[in-house]
């Protein structure tokens, strides 16, 4: 009996690594070993990367506002220090956007970090 090598399942599986590889140059694109290993080294890079996002983005915060606090003449570590022992509870996320969009609200952040 000849060896069935159409199997339903088997196409299946190597349809969705196809798709997957679907872009891809040369062999990593039509043979399914090479684009096996390709799809599932970007599948395990792009699972790294969402959690790298995360603290990029937290920099980028980090990079703006203490950019707007040093205009009104505080460093970023203090500036977070007063916001803390006044007891103003706005994340780095907010704190950055307002930077960016409000500047005369985080000048009054500023002036309020000041005379704490």
Request: aromatic share 8%; glycine share 8%; charged share 30%.
């Amino acid at each position: 009996m000849p060896r069935a090598t159409n199997n339903p399942a088997t196409r299946r599986r190597k349809n969705k690594v196809f798709k997957a590889a679907k872009g891809y140059i040369g062999r990593r694109g039509t043979l399914i070993r090479a684009a096996t290993e390709t799809v599932e080294k970007g599948w395990a890079r792009s699972f790294g990367d969402r959690r790298k996002k995360k603290g990029l983005y937290r920099s980028i915060w980090v990079v703006r506002i203490n950019a707007a606090a040093r205009e009104h003449g505080l460093s970023y570590s203090r500036f977070i220090s007063g916001l803390k022992q006044q007891g103003i509870a706005l994340d780095r996320r907010q704190l950055a956007e307002l930077a960016v969009n409000d500047p005369q609200g985080f000048e009054h952040l500023t002036n309020i970090v000041k005379a704490a």
